[in-house]
């Protein structure tokens, strides 16, 4: 990545953050022309219990970077603790994620709206950020009817058991769902695997969408996981 990637110190006491400031290729205005956009999201880890991340917070934070990657727009992301009395009383109870937009003096809390605004700009921009990836839906839909025909068909066979029965104990069509489902788990972690890999060494590269993020808790982490 050849723009510049930056961590700010923690300047409102609202929680921590990294700054995506990127530079002019040519292609857009100048940097300081270009919307600037706050997104507060909520890291699993730092209310001091793992609750899991929120999927909303993590899919706007991937389309912002994508958005900020090509030089669309300037974008700070920053993790909060929602139990905090600073962020109960600057955003009045609202519940990340937050997108804040500078410029417009614009908050936005909705999740239709925050996704609105985001689509808004890759419009504008003329940006197909968003366009389905079939072999992505493909093996999505796959994943999903194994799943779910090895569910209805492990349900049916456990009913009226006091515990579920183990995989070797299931009859031979059971168990067929179950390799498949492992079969494409296994082909999409080794997907997982090469592109974080090649990511991971290209020379001075620097994403929060590989290595140094933690994809699952939203908190950015260095190569020997301790959070920045």
């Avoid at 899919?59 to 905090?84: P, Q």
């Avoid at 417009?104 to 504008?124: C, M, P, S, V, W």
């Avoid at 492992?182 to 082909?187: D, R, Y």
């Avoid at 080794?190 to 290595?211: A, C, D, H, M, P």
Wanted: proline share 4%; charged share 25%; aromatic share 8%.
């Amino acid at each position: 990545m050849a723009d510049d990637y930056q961590l700010p110190s923690n300047g409102n006491g609202n929680g921590n953050g990294a700054a995506l400031n990127g530079n002019n290729n040519g292609h857009h205005t100048e940097s300081s022309m270009k919307p600037l956009l706050e997104l507060y999201v909520k890291a699993s880890g730092i209310d001091a219990r793992r609750i899991g991340a929120d999927i909303f917070c993590q899919e706007f934070w991937m389309e912002l970077y994508a958005l900020y990657e090509i030089g669309v727009a300037r974008v700070e992301v920053k993790t909060v603790n929602v139990n905090s009395e600073a962020f109960k009383r600057n955003f009045l109870g609202a519940q990340p994620p937050i997108l804040i937009e500078e410029d417009k003096q614009a908050t936005y809390t909705d999740n239709r709206e925050i996704e609105g605004r985001i689509f808004h700009l890759a419009k504008q921009y003329g940006v197909p950020l968003f366009e389905k990836d079939q072999l992505v839906e493909k093996c999505i839909e796959g994943l999903y009817r194994n799943f779910k025909l090895f569910l209805r068909a492990k349900t049916e066979f456990d009913k009226g058991k006091k515990e579920p029965s183990p995989i070797e104990a299931t009859p031979p069509q059971i168990k067929t769902h179950c390799n498949r489902i492992v079969e494409q788990l296994n082909g999409i972690d080794q997907v997982g695997k090469r592109v974080y890999s090649e990511k991971k060494f290209l020379k001075n590269e620097q994403t929060i969408t590989s290595f140094l993020m933690s994809c699952m808790n939203l908190e950015l982490v260095d190569e020997n996981g301790v959070r920045l």
